[in-house]
């Protein structure tokens, strides 16, 4: 069984840091690309950020661009979204997911298969 649990997420002032894990089970997740999303009330899912089997092969959004990094721990099978200098607008609920095809189209969620539960980041202004 497939599981993408999200954790990591709190209020926190504008400019400040939150690190969110997500941890997997039930596939072989050293060969599989994963991504964060992000939903703010009334909006849609929104890319973030995904990163390829080779940890070395990650795209941004360019909303967070040398604010956030992913990162992932293949012996932990997790993923991780370090965000820097947060601000307001990145108040969402943030999802971890895997991509199952179409590795080049990292930004449509639909080549994404698997999703975790989302954690809720508040970042006051």
């Known amino acids: 069984q497939v599981q993408l649990v999200e954790s990591g997420g709190g209020f926190v002032q504008a400019g400040g840091s939150l690190r969110l894990s997500c941890a997997a089970s039930?596939?072989?997740?050293?060969?599989?690309?994963m991504g964060w999303f992000r939903q703010a009330p009334g909006e849609e899912r929104e890319f973030v950020a995904t990163?390829?089997?080779?940890?070395?092969?990650?795209y941004y959004v360019d909303s967070v661009k040398g604010r956030f990094t992913i990162s992932r721990d293949n012996a932990k099978n997790t993923v991780y979204l370090q965000m820097n200098s947060l601000k307001a607008e990145d108040t969402a609920v943030y999802y971890c997911?895997?991509?199952?095809?179409?590795?080049?189209?990292?930004?449509?969620?639909?080549?994404?298969?698997?999703w975790g539960q989302g954690t809720q980041v508040t970042v006051s202004s």
């Open positions: 039930g596939f072989t997740f050293s060969t599989s690309a």
């Open positions: 997911a895997r991509q199952m095809r179409d590795y080049s189209a990292y930004q449509n969620l639909n080549t994404y298969d698997y």
């Open positions: 990163i390829r089997w080779s940890a070395g092969i990650t």
